[in-house]
């Protein structure tokens, strides 16, 4: 008889929790992690993965992907669900989506992952137009919980509200033990440093929230690159009790290429991206720089969408008569280098975990990129699993996960530290992914109290989160 489902032989398991780092085995049964030990017999195990050589750590959980736009209803594609799979995660959570794409999302292409989703605020979709005073706010917060999401995302840079409006959904949220995340800007800023520098009004003495990609409010546009990630660095300790936060570590960005009839590019961000490199901001410059592989746009394949450039891209963009999502690698590397690596003086990470804004779009490098971290010397192995599991399950309140210890939930990404590369994923001792292929299917949604009876109606197994646990409410200690 099979003392063990699944058993994990002979990697470097890294806990760092524990400070664990020890080339060892892990038996799996009945989804935990029921024992680590060297030289568990194989003759114990149903099944057996040789990580001889590779680093198993808690399963990677991506505090920040897009994997259920409400855009995605009627194609229902859950594309996003592949792709992170694919890229080693185990856990998700979608920053801005709709409830009703993710259970269709999963249902069609679920990849066997967990995700948890706040509630996007879009006025004239999930948000009323005009000013919302506090009985709709309120109104809007309860809405979302009781669809099954987290808790809610302000938009500030795309759909900003008034300051006093985004204070008021804040500590609606905060009052309603709800999740709340913040890109950050209102209608007095934007989002840029000018908008960060508002967060601690908005918050006043007991706001708590979650600010996402701090490195897009660090790309110069008000004081020098280094001067802004230095000001974000003090923001962040000034109100470290009150917020989490992420960064991305991805070179490109995304943005729509549209041009209006005499062939001018719309979007302020593809005429920078085109200037910085002397393309004229037009559809003739846009063709130039997909030819010369500088901007691309997406294709979609049966596993995810995908960067094309040349002249294929020519030729989607002008299919799609210019309305198409454009790439450039223009993200700063130095801010994303110093807010992932800045630690305060208790030698605490300052900038809580890597998040990397993608899901469908195809940028997850969480892993990827934080591994050149991990070789150029910036992180410590132990460090990048705090970054990239262990602070992410705290900041979700996921007491089970995060870690790789006995009774934990037997969630597992095991790194091929050659390639950089996540070479398995496992959720709950079931393999969902092996060298960048899905294997896995359907998938769990996180949820709390709350939004059990909506998504019980989906019929997808879910997962009840208390999320005073949360760093934000429960503090880091
Ligand atoms: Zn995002």
């Given at each position: ?8 032989r002979?990697g470097?398991?890294?806990?760092a ?8 085995d892990?038996?799996i049964?009945?989804g935990k ?21 590779q ?14 736009n ?8 859950g594309?996003g669900?592949q792709m ?6 185990t ?16 249902a069609a ?15 004239g979709e999930?948000v009323?137009?005009?000013r919302l005073?506090s009985?709709a ?10 669809a099954?999401?987290?808790g809610i995302k302000?938009?500030?840079g795309y759909?900003?509200f008034t300051p006093?409006?985004t204070?008021n ?6 009052h309603?033990n709800a999740?709340v995340?913040?890109h950050?800007?209102t ?8 908008g ?6 908005l918050?006043?003495?007991t706001?708590?929230?979650?600010i996402a ?7 110069g546009?008000?004081l ?10 003090d ?11 992420e960064?991305?570590?991805a ?8 041009c ?5 590019v719309?979007?302020d961000?593809v ?8 393309y ?15 901007a ?8 995810g969408l ?7 891209g ?5 299919q799609g ?13 130095e801010?994303?280098f ?14 809580d975990?890597?998040?990397s ?17 991990v ?12 970054k990239?599991?262990?602070n992410?399950?705290?900041m979700?309140?996921l ?12 969630d597992?990404?095991?790194v091929d ?11 709950a001792g ?5 060298a960048?292929?899905?294997?896995g ?22 997962e009840?989160?208390?999320?005073t ?8 200690g």
């Amino acid at each position: 008889m099979a003392n063990y489902d699944l058993l994990i032989r002979n990697g470097r398991v890294l806990d760092a929790e524990s400070g664990f780092d020890e080339v060892t085995d892990i038996g799996i049964s009945n989804g935990k992690i029921e024992r680590i030990d060297q030289n568990i017999d194989p003759a114990d195990a149903s099944d057996s993965i040789d990580a001889t050589n590779q680093w198993v750590m808690p399963g990677m959980i991506d505090t920040h992907v897009h994997v259920a736009n409400a855009a995605d209803l009627g194609r229902i594609r859950g594309l996003g669900l592949q792709m992170v799979a694919a890229a080693g995660a185990t856990t998700v959570i979608d920053l801005g989506g709709s409830m009703d794409a993710l259970t269709a999302g999963i249902a069609a292409r679920g990849s066997g992952v967990n995700v948890g989703s706040l509630g996007y605020l879009k006025p004239g979709e999930t948000v009323p137009e005009g000013r919302l005073g506090s009985d709709a706010i309120l109104e809007i917060v309860v809405t979302a919980l009781e669809a099954g999401s987290l808790g809610i995302k302000l938009w500030g840079g795309y759909y900003p509200f008034t300051p006093e409006e985004t204070a008021n959904f804040i500590s609606t949220a905060n009052h309603l033990n709800a999740y709340v995340a913040y890109h950050v800007g209102t209608t007095e800023s934007g989002s840029r440093l000018d908008g960060l520098r508002e967060v601690p009004s908005l918050l006043g003495s007991t706001g708590r929230v979650h600010i996402a990609h701090i490195n897009a409010y660090c790309r110069g546009s008000i004081l020098s690159v280094e001067d802004e990630i230095r000001e974000a660095l003090d923001i962040l300790l000034a109100i470290r009790d009150q917020v989490v936060s992420e960064v991305h570590l991805a070179r490109p960005n995304f943005t729509l290429g549209k041009c209006d009839a005499d062939g001018n590019v719309l979007a302020d961000v593809v005429g920078n991206c085109l200037r910085l490199k002397d393309y004229d901001p037009t559809a003739d410059g846009i063709r130039s720089a997909l030819r010369d592989g500088y901007a691309s746009t997406v294709e979609e394949t049966r596993t995810g969408l995908v960067l094309v450039t040349g002249e294929r891209g020519v030729e989607l963009f002008d299919q799609g008569n210019t309305d198409v999502p454009m790439s450039f690698p223009v993200n700063n590397a130095e801010s994303a280098f110093h807010l992932t690596a800045a630690k305060n003086t208790d030698d605490e990470f300052i900038v809580d975990a890597v998040g990397s804004d993608a899901g469908a779009l195809p940028r997850n490098v969480n892993i990827e990129q934080a591994m050149r971290m991990v070789k150029f010397g910036a992180l410590e192995p132990l460090e990048m699993v705090s970054k990239l599991s262990l602070n992410p399950a705290k900041m979700i309140g996921l007491d089970s996960k995060g870690r790789l210890t006995e009774g934990f939930d037997a969630d597992v990404t095991i790194v091929d530290p050659i390639l950089g590369k996540a070479s398995y994923g496992i959720v709950a001792g079931n393999l969902i992914m092996l060298a960048g292929r899905v294997v896995g299917s359907g998938g769990t949604i996180l949820t709390t109290e709350r939004g059990v009876p909506s998504v019980e109606k989906s019929g997808i197994p879910h997962e009840v989160i208390d999320i005073t646990k949360a760093t934000m409410y429960a503090g880091r200690g």
